[in-house]
């Protein structure tokens, strides 16, 4: 099968988990809150782990050890903080409880943000299929906690339900866009420049954006909860790239 074969149907399938968020529709708002906080933990120590034990080497074995590695993974890091500052971009996976009118603002920041994922998983695919399908499931692992609580927060907000799911359909799909553009890109361009700007921005949305939902808790059960959840989530990107690398060597 072809790379473009490969990032059109893992495009397709990113676009989907916007669905996910019709889940919050089903669960009582208590099991929702004990759901949504593990999820977030996992998701940040996957996040974490996807860019310091593969995307980070990755980046360093295609284009070398050299400062201007880590200088792309600072704009990766910074181009989020932009983002958050100028668009006030919040995943918000706790805006369950928050009927601020955010629905369009929340929307066209994650069309963007979706858009740099593309941008990453695709040129990911292009450099090795197995670099794109791990940086899939860690950007994924992050996808889910994120279409819940925005799905939640667009139906809270006052938006309709068939509204808030179309629209969050629509605002995922330029994640395909994004993956057919580095696609398109990578015979002008050396695609592998976004694999650390990409790296950048893992470590941003976990470290900024997902770890302080979870470390405010105050009970003693959660801290331990999320802790595992989250140390899970890195050891099993770190176990990941272990098999990888052995599997690599043979």
């Known amino acids: 099968m072809s790379t473009l074969s490969w990032i059109l149907i893992f495009g397709v399938l990113m676009s989907a988990l916007a669905l996910v968020g019709t889940v919050t529709l089903l669960l009582p708002e208590r099991t929702f809150d004990k759901l949504v906080l593990p999820l977030v933990a996992l998701a940040a120590g996957s996040l974490l782990g996807g860019a310091l034990f593969h995307l980070l080497p990755e980046s360093i074995d295609a284009l070398g050890n050299d400062v201007s590695v880590y200088g792309l993974l600072a704009l ?52 090795d299929f197995r670099l794109g399908v791990i940086t899939w499931v860690v950007a994924a692992a992050h996808e889910i906690p994120q279409e819940l609580g925005d799905f939640g927060l667009l139906v809270h907000s006052g938006w309709s339900r068939a509204h808030a799911l179309t629209y969050n359909v629509a605002s995922a799909l330029t994640f395909l866009v994004g993956g057919v553009t580095a696609y398109v890109l990578s015979g002008a361009v050396d695609v592998a420049v976004l694999v650390p700007f990409a790296a950048g921005n893992f470590i941003y949305i976990a470290a900024a954006d997902l770890i302080p939902q979870f470390t405010s808790q105050e009970s003693l059960s959660a801290k331990l909860m999320h802790t595992a959840s989250f140390v899970a989530g890195l050891g099993a990107l770190y176990l990941l790239a272990e098999i990888v690398s052995a599997g690599t060597t043979r």
Do not use: K, M, T
Request: glycine content about 12%.
């Open 76 to 127: 990766g890091f910074v181009s989020f903080l932009v983002l958050e500052q100028f668009l006030h971009w919040h995943h918000c996976h706790r805006a369950v409880h928050d009927r601020h009118p955010v629905g369009y603002l929340i929307l066209v920041a994650d069309g963007l943000h979706n858009f740099i994922g593309g941008l990453a998983v695709g040129s990911a695919f292009i450099l």
